[in-house]
């Protein structure tokens, strides 16, 4: 019923820059909150940044200053953009709504099917 769709991501050099975005897309009533999330190899997933519906945002500690969320002209859509990336920035990013859908009251998790981003150095 919903789905999130990633785009964006690919290799780039330590210092360059990549801009993520996340459309979603189905029966949805009412987005909440959306936001990105990454995975590299043997770790645990963790919250990059986050906007609400609102414009709230909340940003891991180790992209403060280098990356921005925001929320398109659609608020069904919200990009990531990462400025000055490091090799340690180098996971699986994957894109979270917390979306309440046509005919519910309440919402849920819904998550896209990640999108690789590589830092070399």
């Known amino acids: 019923q919903v789905k999130l769709v990633e785009s964006g991501g690919g290799l780039v050099q330590a210092g360059g820059s990549l801009r993520l975005s996340c459309a979603a897309s189905g029966s949805i009533f009412m987005i909440n909150a959306m936001g990105w999330y990454r995975q590299a190899p043997g770790k645990q997933r963790e919250l990059v940044a986050a906007i609400t519906s609102g414009g709230r945002t909340n940003y891991a500690d180790s992209v403060k200053g280098r990356f921005t969320i925001s929320r398109g002209n659609a608020k069904n859509i919200v990009h990531l953009q990462m400025n000055s990336l490091e090799p340690v920035d180098t996971a699986a990013y994957y894109c979270?709504?917390?979306?309440?859908?046509?005919?519910?009251?309440?919402?849920?998790?819904?998550w896209g099917q990640g999108t690789q981003v590589t830092v070399s150095s």
């Open positions: 979270n709504a917390d979306i309440i859908i046509s005919g519910s009251y309440r919402g849920n998790d819904y």
